[in-house]
T-cell receptor, first 116, second 113 residues
Framework: QKEVEQDPGPLSVPEGAIVSLNCTYS??????FMWYRQYSRKGPELLMY????GNKEDGRFTAQVDKSSKYISLFIRDSQPSDSATYLC????????????????FGTGTQLKVEL | EAQVTQNPRYLITVTGKKLTVTCSQN?????MSWYRQDPGLGLRQIYY???????DKGDVPEGYKVSRKEKRNFPLILESPSPNQTSLYFC????????????FGPGTRLTVL
């Protein structure tokens, strides 16, 4: 079983829809949770960063972490064609536990297409 | 412009021919890392470096070498490439080892025949 599970999609939605992207994980030591966006033929870029449980909002994007369920989500409101990309969740544990180094464990990514 | 650069962007080579993929960052970051990205497997860490002359293995280090002689550069070396190393490679850097915000390069698509 992978440490981080993410539905690969593809997910196709109409412009203006609310998109929900999710990841589940098995390692209870994960405390830092991130979402990266990767456009075709580009490197991943950090979209959202959260620590521990709770919600974080940034414009049209909301990241949600539920540590009790080992489940994280990214919501995109009023989706636009420019949001079409692959979304990767990533997680890391406390540096004290890992002995140093900020090793990220990634999900496989969900491909999203927002259509006009 | 703050960035991570990689060269070459695309490379086709043959089994056993040594190659080096360069990575450079201009942000004075201490931490640098190499990942490979494969369909269905996601991004997996190959090697990382917490500072100059300090490197360590990630999850999939077999068949790869790295060096960190200068802060800005972190080359990935394949001494004897094999077809199972055909992949998309990304270099990343972050301010230090306790910072989770990693900045990724544009990627190098490697094909080993």
């Amino acid at each position: 079983q992978k440490e981080v599970e993410q539905d690969p999609g593809p997910l196709s939605v109409p412009e203006g829809a609310i998109v929900s992207l999710n990841c589940t994980y098995s390692n209870s030591a994960f405390q830092y949770f991130m979402w990266y966006r990767q456009y075709s033929r580009k490197g991943p870029e950090l979209l959202m960063y959260t620590y521990s449980s709770g919600n974080k909002e940034d414009g049209r994007f909301t990241a949600q972490v539920d540590k009790s369920s080992k489940y994280i989500s990214l919501f995109i409101r009023d989706s636009q064609p420019s949001d079409s990309a692959t979304y990767l969740c990533a997680m890391s544990a406390s540096q004290i536990l890992t002995g140093g180094g900020n090793k990220l464990t990634f999900g496989t990514g969900t491909q999203l297409k927002v259509e006009l | 412009e703050a960035q991570v650069t990689q060269n070459p962007r695309y490379l086709i080579t043959v089994t056993g021919k040594k190659l080096t993929v360069t990575c450079s960052q201009n942000m004075n970051h201490e931490y640098m890392s190499w990942y490979r990205q494969d369909p269905g497997l996601g991004l997996r860490q190959i090697y990382y470096s917490m500072n100059v002359e300090v490197t360590d293995k990630g999850d999939v280090p077999e068949g790869y070498k790295v060096s960190r002689k200068e802060k800005r550069n972190f080359p990935l070396i394949l001494e004897s490439p094999s077809p199972n190393q055909t992949s998309l490679y990304f270099c990343a850097s972050s301010l230090d080892s306790s910072t989770d915000t990693q900045y990724f390069g544009p990627g190098t698509r490697l094909t080993v025949l």
